[in-house]
Nanobody
C-alpha cells in the first residue's frame, strides 16, 4: 500500500517535499517512482529510484530541479521539488513495482492515491 502526502500550493520558484509511505509487501518492491497528471493530459513519469541500490531516473523536464530519494528504514520515498513552475502543477502519484524498468515505463503494479501540487505564477 502506498500513501502519498506533501502536496500544496506554492508560488512559482517555490519548493515542496512529497512523501510516499510504503506498507505491506515491501520485500517485493525493487522500483519506485513518482508520476504526475495534469488536467487533460496523460500521466507521465517524473522520477524513479531503485529501492535497493538507490539508482535514479529523471524525466528531462525535471532534471536539476527535482530530487527523488528513499529511506529504507522508514519505508518512505520522497520527491523534493524545487524551482517549481506553473507547468509542474498536477496531481502527483507514487508507484511501486518489482521491476524498476516497469516503473520507468509506467507499467507499475501498485499505485498510491494522488497529492495535488498547485503552482501559481
Amino acid at each position: 500500500q502506498l500513501q502519498a502526502s506533501g502536496g500544496g500550493s506554492v508560488q512559482a520558484g517555490g519548493s515542496l517535499r512529497l512523501s510516499c509511505a510504503v506498507s505491506g509487501r515491501t520485500f517485493s518492491i525493487y522500483g519506485m517512482g513518482w508520476f504526475r497528471q495534469a488536467p487533460g493530459k496523460e500521466r507521465e513519469i517524473v522520477a524513479a529510484i531503485a529501492w535497493s541500490g538507490g539508482g535514479t531516473y529523471y524525466a528531462d523536464l525535471v532534471k536539476g530541479r527535482f530530487t527523488i530519494s528513499r529511506d529504507k528504514a522508514k519505508n518512505k520515498v520522497y520527491l523534493q521539488t524545487d524551482s517549481l513552475k506553473p507547468d509542474d502543477m498536477a496531481v502527483y502519484y507514487c508507484a511501486a513495482d518489482p521491476s524498476l524498468m516497469s516503473v520507468i515505463e509506467g507499467a507499475v503494479s501498485s499505485w498510491g492515491q494522488g497529492t495535488q501540487v498547485t503552482v501559481s505564477s
